[in-house]
């Protein structure tokens, strides 16, 4: 058979084409050609907040932009944020250093110190809290906390012509990913998008600020619900008010509005790739990090849930978000290597969960709460604290006995506490802070993590809490209100598990559902830039993600 005009390797593909199921985004998404070699000019590298490897699994068919083309590469759709406290600092903290909480320090998006001398005890994972000016509230922000240095921090090292980016709606996320040595760092402040005091303000990112002021000056008729997502919307009762069928109109002057919206998304990425023209990233043959975190997915996730049409439309905003950062990287010829994870994952509403076929799911019960525990605790040992609280933090994490109580007491009160506790049914696990210490660091397949070897992963003698506490599946902490009706931060892996994907033009693509972890991703990266770093940098493993022969781990 003569086939004029199309090459053999196109004839296959053309004769292929229907046997694929219509679907696969690998299928439809157009061929890369002409694979670069060397280093990468620059890598970015994508947080997306509480996108669980169940959305991922849920959505994946139906992105046609970004989300599809990073399909085409390397894709781990079971990553694991392998350690109990599933939040978003020690999560972030994880992507580009490498190593877990247990190391890098970032143990919760907040601790307790009760021995500072302030008189705010809580200390937020992104503050400065040497600073007077500092509080867990109003913080000075800062990557102080974070004991380790990100990937951008060793480039840096390495050469220090690298230039390491950092951007996200949340301080904490753009600390946490660029780490102590930025070139520039950008998050969400009432003024719009700010760094540092001591820096001067970009003028590229003084415009996106104008724009996002007068698009809530104005406000925006509601979104558009894609074909794909009608099935999803339905009203659900959570306490005095309804989710599950909003389209994110935004009244006029609503900055909040704006900010739970995939408008918070849009406005990060426009803030990014000013930054890719104002810093010229990726123009040289010197590798650069711009790390992005985009946290409309959490803000959605928190206030909706995930099976309505908010997070449906949220999922298709953000694939044409990524598309359009991609496109423009493109566009601009830079030759970079792409990674996308999320800092945790999450679940819904328990109020849908039960009309969904998990009706075990509840909310915290009142008793749970530190207050009532401290009282409890005080019936039981006669200790107490005059004039201030006994118990600091809360049951989904760490609990600390305050300074003011006694060594020989404070044992009393971790004892009972403890007791109290393990008689709960809405507890799995309580452990003392000693016990933890004496765990070894977890190794092995994150699935198959104990309990214990998930606290230990996040367990850090100097900022944990006297008690860790790890709750039932399914039990949600606090109370709903809106804004606020579903969340994260378990020791389960509908927290834990995070798809991971990786792209570089030409790369030819994998699909390996076996467990990796995000610590995995950073020396993966440092491979494929031909980073030099000390052996015992990470607690990660460098992922092959040439589908080929090649191994880009070097063994
Ligand atoms: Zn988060």
Redesign the pocket.
């Known amino acids: 058979m003569r086939l004029p005009f199309v090459s053999i390797a196109a004839a296959v593909t053309l004769v292929a084409t229907p046997c694929i199921a219509q679907d696969d985004p690998q299928a439809t998404a157009p061929a890369e050609a002409s694979a670069p070699s060397g280093p990468p000019q620059l890598v970015l590298a994508i947080a997306v ?2 996108l669980s490897a169940d959305l991922f699994a849920q959505y994946r068919r139906h992105f046609t932009e970004g989300l599809a083309r990073l399909q085409q590469g390397a894709v781990f759709p079971s990553g694991y944020q392998s350690h109990a406290a599933t ?2 600092c020690p ?1 972030h903290a994880t992507i580009l250093t490498g190593t877990h909480p247990a190391r890098n320090g970032i143990i919760a998006n907040a601790w307790f110190d009760p021995d500072i001398d302030r008189d705010d005890k809580r200390i937020y994972c992104a503050e400065d809290a040497r600073d007077p000016a500092s509080s867990s509230r109003q913080p000075v922000v800062s990557a102080e906390h974070l004991r380790v240095p990100t990937l951008g921090g060793w480039m840096k090292r390495a050469d220090p012509r690298s230039l390491n980016v950092a951007v996200s709606a949340k301080d904490r996320a753009a600390m946490m990913m660029g780490g102590r040595n930025t070139d520039a760092a950008y998050w969400l402040t009432r003024e719009g998008f700010s760094t540092f005091p001591a820096r001067t303000p970009s003028a590229g990112v003084s415009a996106v600020n104008r724009d996002i002021a007068g698009v809530v000056a104005r406000g925006e008729a509601a979104m558009e619900l894609p074909a794909w997502c009608a099935a999803r919307a339905g009203d659900v009762p959570v306490g005095g008010f309804t989710i599950g069928n909003g389209r994110f109109a935004l009244p006029a002057g609503d900055s909040n509005a704006w900010r739970v919206s995939p408008r918070a998304d849009e406005a990060t990425a426009n803030v990014a790739l000013s930054l890719v023209d104002e810093f010229r990233l990726g123009r040289d043959n010197v590798t650069d990090v711009l790390a992005v975190s985009f946290s409309a997915t ?1 803000y959605i996730g928190h206030s909706y849930g995930h099976q309505g049409a908010e997070m449906c439309i949220q999922l298709a905003a953000l694939d044409r978000t990524i598309g359009t950062l991609m496109a423009a990287l493109d566009a601009r010829g830079i030759d970079y290597v792409a990674v996308l994870t999320a ?2 994952g999450g679940l819904d509403a328990v109020e849908r969960l039960d009309r969904q076929a998990l009706p075990g799911a509840a909310r915290e019960g009142a008793e749970l709460d530190t207050d009532a525990l401290a009282a409890a605790v005080t019936a039981r040992t006669g200790i107490a604290v005059a004039g201030g609280p006994l118990l600091l933090g809360g049951v989904q994490g760490d609990i600390y006995v305050s300074a003011e109580v006694k060594p020989r007491e404070k044992a009393r009160v971790v004892r009972s506490l403890i007791e109290l506790l393990s008689g709960h049914p809405q507890v799995a696990a309580v452990f003392g802070a000693s016990e933890l210490e004496a765990a070894p660091l977890p190794s092995g397949s994150p699935q198959d993590w104990t309990l214990v070897d998930r606290a230990r992963a996040s367990f850090d003698p100097e900022r944990s809490g006297d008690v860790v506490v790890l709750l039932e599946r399914a039990v949600s902490p606090g109370r709903a209100s809106p804004g606020y009706v579903a969340t994260h931060g378990s020791p389960w892996d509908y927290d834990r598990r995070v798809p991971i994907l990786f792209w570089r033009k030409g790369l030819p693509g994998l699909e390996q559902p076996a467990p990796v972890e995000t610590i995995d991703i950073a020396p993966t990266l440092a491979a494929v830039i031909g980073l030099e770093v000390p052996e015992t940098a990470f607690d990660g493993r460098c992922l092959d993600i040439d589908g080929s022969r090649a191994n880009i781990c070097g063994q």
């Open positions: 907040d509480q939040e978003t999560g959490d800092d945790h």
